[in-house]
């Protein structure tokens, strides 16, 4: 109907959606398209379950995804990906970060984290990139360029979207002393094989 | 080159551009960032402050306005009604130079108490009410508001919302272009002093004034858009709905309204006699919907359109489906996802947060705790539960009064923040002093005003511009206010706050308390070492885990333990354990 792109990143308040969505909507700008973003503020940042969308295209309205919409959705943890699932379209791409963060319902007793997240991850998304990004990020030197692992694995989904495109966006959005590691982080994920 | 605004980053360079001279405001989600963003890239060009509250910012920024310059004020919704008072007489003198009021809304109330339509207040205050649909519209609008606001000397309400506010989107950016006039102000008594024998001919002037700007919305001022398409059903929106409108309805003509109110009847009367079947599609209340059925045009809305929560794509399918008689069918990819049962990830107070110690303090009295408006709102969710009400800026104390006058017999606590305080607190505290109210209320001063991210207030030492400022004393305000019994302190000492809870709550006197410790995230270090479990000497009895503390994780099978990257150190769960099995 519309040929808007359309991208989900999800995970807890902290991890650091905001880099990763100004990276992408950055990308998308140089591109060329319209592009359309929206972020979560406020109350809604404390250590609680947040999303960032990112919309871009021709000419883009909403700034807010719809539902069975997204091309990929990305977390950063690993069952925030299942909360916003039923964001993704049905050929869409999950890219979802093994972390686990164990929220206070759980540790206070009034509620379980599942055990079997991997499983229902697998069940739930046709296309999975699972990846251990902390692990990988810290291999390359820094656990915080995590969010730009996985933005790497999620760049492959987003053909309109070149590798230069992408790293004069990151070259935009980061420290300058940072740009070579999240460069590095990024074709990392770019090229990590799913481990799930 | 175009740039990549949020809604509040481009109401900030439409005051740079429009030629504002001071901007005004008190933080609020979700307008708090369009202030920041004018300290950040334009304080050399014009003044900016926060304010201790709402009405004294808009009465701060009508003075200016008096004196002829371009002036703003931004808040919340709810603030708005904080400065209800001055919008509703100012709208009566009106200003030379431009009085405009940017009032963010919360439809799905994402950080607030309410879900109020602010546009209701233009209608109350006889003032135009301007609604943008992206960042390049908050901008042009805000530019255009200084020009009707100067043009028919009347204030002007900049609605924005949550979506609009928060969401980036492409703005050219413009030159900041000053009016020219020099800044003075005029002496003029019989329009600018509202003693009743003037009020009651400005109030033939705002009458007369509301008639001409109605007339100009229709006709002259451009700002109202007609995009034809079909004419089987037409659709008049405003703001971010426009935006839903155009993914769900691509056929339909539209007719998107800048200036909602005053209605632009004469337009609207055109377009709808130029569609067969007219829907309205606004957020939260039947507004326009109202206006336009009392003037006579036919419409439908709120039939199909919901009153509650916020407008999107998806709502809008739903209702579309409901217009048409058909069964919404939301995609079919969405059904068979995700339907293992998740946990929730609500909020929470930080790890190290000192309200933590004062809450879990609370929690050994039998007291009834009344809060407010702030981070330590979070302090409602379990584990702690530690607040029993919370309503609005200023109730911690004032509502704390009432109860404790009530007759009641259980003693109660009363708990507000440092920047709360010197919102609406202090009057508050004034009459727990004058009329004797035994309770016990607890400034929980942080230094900051925390949970819209990080700004200064009175009692910090600086202004929003970085200028260093003397910070107001909190306990000196309390002595001169008439409190006799005031105490300082460590929330992070469980002891010393478990005492002095003791002491003030058993005494038959009103009691001060201030909570002094600063928010851990302005700290530039951990309060202290990271601790740790000693999984031999615990006995897993969850003690520390109902401090509700995000760093201490446990699940139903694992004894506690403490994640090192998230631990502020604040040693609670160290001084809360009975078997001695947390140490640094």
Known sequence: MNKTTSIVLAGVG?????????ILAKAAGFAGFDVKTNEVHGMAQRGGSVIGQIRYGEKVFSPLVSKGEATVLMSLERIEALRYADFLSPDGLAVVNSQVIIPTTVSSGSAVYPENAKEILKQSFKHLVYLDANRIAQELGNPKCANVVLLGALSTKL?????????????????????????TAFQTGAKAPSEL | MKQLLSGNEALARGMYEGGVTLAVGYPGTPSTEILENCAKHYKDAFRCEWAPNEKVALEVAAGAAMAGARACVTMKHVGLNVAADPLLSIAYTGTPGALVVIVADDPGMHSSQNEQDSRH?????????????????????????????????????????????HSRSLVELGERQMPDREIGFQKDPKNCVLIPAFARQRRLVVEERLQQIQADNSDKWGINRIEKGSEKLGIVTEGIAYQYVKEVFPEASVLKLGCAWPLPEKLIREFADSVEKVLVVEEVEDFTEVNMKAAGIACEGKKYVPNIGELSADVLRASKAKMEGTEYQPCASCQNMADAPLPNRPPTLCAGCPHRGIFYALKKFDVDVVGDIGCYSLGVQPPLSALDTIICMGTGFSMAHGMAQSGQKRKVVGVLGDSTFFHSGITGLLNIAWNKANCTVIVLDNRITAMTG?????????????????????????????????AEFDPLNFEETTAILKKSTESDEPWLLISKSPCVLIMKERVGNVRSIDPEKCKNCRVCVKTGCPAIECTDKNKPTINPLSCNGCSLCNQVCKFGAISE
């Open chain 1, 14 to 22: 902290g991890q650091g959606i905001l880099l990763a969505s100004e």
């Open chain 2, 121 to 165: 207040y233009a209608r109350l205050a006889k003032v135009p009410v301007l609604e943008p649909a992206d960042s390049a519209e908050a901008r042009d609008f805000l530019k255009k508001a200084f020009e009707i606001s100067e043009t028919y000397r009347t204030p002007v309400i900049l609605r924005t919302s949550t979506r609009v506010s």
């Open chain 1, 159 to 183: 053909e309109n979207l070149t590798p230069e495109i992408w790293e004069q966006a990151i070259r935009e959005c980061v420290k300058p002393k940072f740009i070579d590691l999240n460069i």
């Open chain 2, 454 to 486: 990080h700004q200064d207030n009175p009692g910090t030492g600086q202004t929003l511009m970085g200028e260093a400022s003397d910070a107001a004393d909190i306990a000196a305000i309390g002595k001169a206010c008439g409190m006799k019994n005031i």
